[in-house]
């Protein structure tokens, strides 16, 4: 087995980077930089440095590096600027995505992977949402994850491949960019580490299914390898347990109150403060991942607990 991560020195694929080198599994990167960074790349690993747009070195980048699967992870990840920037949107999730199939159809390629999203395409779901549930994506990001996804079937017609949509709920973990429009948790733990006051958006009732990082690279891997039929699969990724905003962050404000006084350098955290709610925030997200389960052999390992005190130590290391 030979993998490409697209997207391999960003947030999630270097994760799963890290996941396939502790297996002993070849692997490479393929990132332009523009939100990953070089360092988040495994030892030894080698990274094309390339836009996913740009047909022509992606497939520059498959010819030299020959993978056998692919776990596309590049994305433009935020539903704010899918909004205020459609095209672009559509340019990196829908244009890029169709770049690396073709790629894949004209190599050796056996599995793709997808990085999709289960919040954006279901909608608002009350209870953990399964793979049949019927998708209402109402912003750019989960129509073009949506459509990423009717491609895979594409992809299997046109060029025999076993695609694999996986469905993350919402992720978080070290690495995660606390400055970008996305990663509540990541906002959370910079700020009340450094003693800064938070804001939660309308009421703070928006309930969400975090998922760490280490369990979504996890999915890649078992899904990499996994026992599947050939055709187009959907896996759900998350834990299925509820947490809110006004949770979350007592939870983080716990877990940094915590480390740092670990660390001799206790913070005085103040309590977070109400802003306007903000138009579009779906109330409920939440997902089963019973199917990946039963087929893939994955379940989270990370309790929402062990998982933020493992992700705002981390913050503090940083500095």
């Not at 990001?141 to 996804?149: A, C, L, Q, R, T």
Request: proline share 5%; glycine share 10%.
């Amino acid at each position: 087995m030979r993998v490409l991560v697209t997207g391999g020195a960003g947030f999630i694929g270097s994760h799963i980077l890290e996941q396939l080198a502790s297996a002993g599994v070849e692997a490479a990167a393929l990132d332009d930089l523009s939100g990953g960074k070089r360092e988040n790349v495994p030892e030894g690993v080698p990274l094309f440095e390339v836009d996913v747009r740009d047909a022509s070195a992606v497939k520059t980048a498959f010819d030299e590096f020959r993978p056998t699967h692919v776990s596309h992870q590049a994305a433009q990840v935020s539903v704010s600027r899918s909004v205020r920037e459609p095209e672009f949107d559509a340019e990196v999730n829908v244009l890029g995505l169709l770049n690396v199939i073709r790629c894949c159809g004209e190599s050796e390629v056996e599995r793709l992977l997808f990085a999709s999203s289960g919040g954006a395409i279901y909608g608002d779901v009350l209870s953990p949402a399964k793979e049949d549930h019927p998708t209402q994506p109402l912003a750019p990001y989960g129509i073009s994850k949506m459509v990423g996804e009717h491609y895979l079937r594409f992809a299997h017609a046109e060029h025999g491949l076993i695609a694999v949509a996986l469905r993350y709920s919402n992720v978080y973990g070290p690495r995660q960019d606390p400055h970008g429009e996305a990663g509540v948790v990541a906002i959370f733990s910079q700020k009340m580490l450094s003693g800064e006051e938070v804001t939660i958006f309308g009421d703070g009732k928006y309930v969400r299914d975090y998922v760490h990082v280490g369990d979504v690279a996890a999915a890649n891997v078992a899904a990499l390898d996994a026992e599947l039929e050939a055709g187009k699969h959907a896996f759900n990724i998350g834990t299925a347990v509820p947490t809110d905003v006004n949770q979350l962050a007592a939870l983080v404000m716990t877990a940094a109150t915590e480390a740092t006084a670990e660390a001799g350098k206790p913070v005085e955290i103040p309590k977070p403060v109400h802003g306007d709610p903000r138009a579009g925030d779906l109330r409920s997200s939440i997902i089963s991942s019973a199917k990946a389960k039963a087929e893939l052999g994955w379940e989270p390992q990370h309790s929402i607990e062990s998982g933020l005190a493992e992700t705002v130590r981390w913050f503090l290391r940083r500095g």
